[in-house]
């Protein structure tokens, strides 16, 4: 199976997203990132707030990401995203990227 610098998040974590506020433009954009589903396309570009909860967790893992990929999922009415992470360090990107893994 093929490497893959994308971890997608499915079930039981719930993810919540909007538009970033206030975040520098050209940042260090990494070649790791998130892919999830959303309701609505979300433009190439879009800088997003992305929080991450679990109903047995009390708070969120939250994160900066950059959309770079949305398309349509075939025979249904929502997009799949591809967000890569924004302005992080890397070891930001591994309590993101450990945190996912632990929950599949």
């Not at 070891?91 to 632990?102: D, P, Q, W």
């Amino acid at each position: 199976m093929p490497y893959s610098n994308y971890k997608s998040i499915l079930p039981p974590i719930e993810i919540y997203h909007s538009p970033a506020v206030n975040i520098a433009k050209h940042q260090e954009i990494s070649s790791r990132g998130v892919i999830f589903q959303s309701d609505d396309a979300i433009e190439i570009g879009t800088i997003l707030s992305i929080s991450l909860k679990q109903v047995s967790m009390t708070g969120s893992v939250d994160f900066i990401a950059k959309v770079l990929q949305c398309q349509q999922v075939s025979g249904k009415d929502s997009f799949e995203i591809h967000a890569n992470f924004y302005g992080m360090n890397h070891a930001k990107e591994e309590e993101v990227l450990e945190f996912i893994g632990s929950n599949h």
